[in-house]
């Protein structure tokens, strides 16, 4: 008896709703809607099933991406992804790492559902143009467009550098070490001149509500931060496919990933809403 389709694509499936939505729970959600559609299907007149169901989840993900526009415009504060715990080995495929890095789910939001939709498929998945028209609706000749300008779009704001995972891991071994003491020289001798930092509470928890710009004000914010709580512990993590840290202040969980470049962090994301760090104890199955 063979696996369904479905099933045997669940983590490519989920990849696509995942970097589509920059939430596990609303991949989750959209899964479960195109398993009912897929049910609904005579699988015997589906020629390619991976290619049919990568399709009707970019479909839904786009629904669900245009429904959820409005209540991020109102979100307290800034919208970071939701982190996902990886095994280093997502790490090897170099393209599905940066794909779904922090990082890039944060430049990937700034688009609109559309071109998202055409990049995610284009760039990732290495989707033909006749396809990804039909999946939203558009000639192939428009695709092409869209994808070009996703591409300039994505290319002037992603990292600038690529390092490897061995600098990555020590760097955040440094920051980490450095959080933990608290000390300001040693935070400064990590961070950038120009880094930023993002943190996302969702007005649930205390965080910063706009960017922190600059190593000397977000050294001070994050040493201020370990000495104002009875309890700041740190564990090295893997998150997204890269590096990155899990921080207890408190007892209550954050997860921070960072980019590297030059030897020093130059951008912080600091995720500390409770409604998206549910994940961190089980390893999400990325693939593409």
């Given at each position: 008896m063979t696996e369904d389709p479905f099933i045997a694509h669940r983590g490519l499936l989920f990849t696509v709703a995942y970097e589509m939505l920059g939430s596990a729970a609303d991949a989750e959600d959209v899964l479960q809607e195109s398993w009912l559609r897929w049910a609904d299907v005579d699988h015997s007149h589906v020629r390619d099933p991976r290619s049919y169901l990568i399709r009707v989840v970019t479909r839904q993900a786009l629904n669900r991406l245009r429904t959820l526009s409005r209540s991020r415009e109102e979100y307290v504060g800034e919208w970071l992804p939701e982190p996902l715990l990886t095994s280093p080995d997502v790490a090897e495929d170099v393209e599905l790492a940066e794909s779904v890095s922090i990082a890039m789910l944060t430049v990937l939001e700034t688009l609109g559902p559309t071109e998202r939709a055409v990049f995610v498929l284009r760039e990732v998945f290495e989707?033909?143009?006749?396809?990804?028209?039909?999946?939203?609706?558009?000639?192939?000749?428009?695709?092409?467009?869209?994808?070009?300008?996703?591409?300039?779009?994505v290319a002037a704001r992603r990292p600038r550098v690529q390092v490897s995972r061995s600098e990555q891991q020590a760097v955040v071994a440094r920051f980490l070490a450095a959080l933990r003491t608290g000390q300001l020289r040693e935070l400064m001798e990590v961070l950038a001149p120009d880094v930023v930092l993002i943190a996302d509470g969702g007005g649930l928890v205390v965080a910063a509500l706009a960017p922190v710009h600059g190593a000397e004000l977000v050294a001070e914010l994050l040493a201020r931060a370990n000495q104002v709580?009875?309890?700041?512990?740190?564990?090295?993590?893997?998150?997204?496919?890269?590096?990155?840290?899990?921080?207890?202040?408190?007892?209550?969980?954050?997860?921070?990933?960072?980019?590297?470049?030059?030897?020093?962090?130059t951008r912080i994301y600091v995720v500390r809403n409770p409604r998206k760090l549910t994940r961190l104890n089980e390893l999400a199955e990325l693939s593409r």
């Open positions: 989707m033909p143009y006749g396809e990804i028209a039909e999946v939203i609706g558009k000639s192939a000749a428009t695709v092409r467009q869209i994808a070009r300008r996703a591409r300039e779009h709580v009875a309890a700041f512990e740190t564990t090295a993590v893997w998150l997204n496919g890269a590096p990155a840290g899990r921080l207890e202040i408190d007892g209550e969980p954050s997860a921070v990933s960072v980019v590297v470049e030059n030897g020093r962090v």
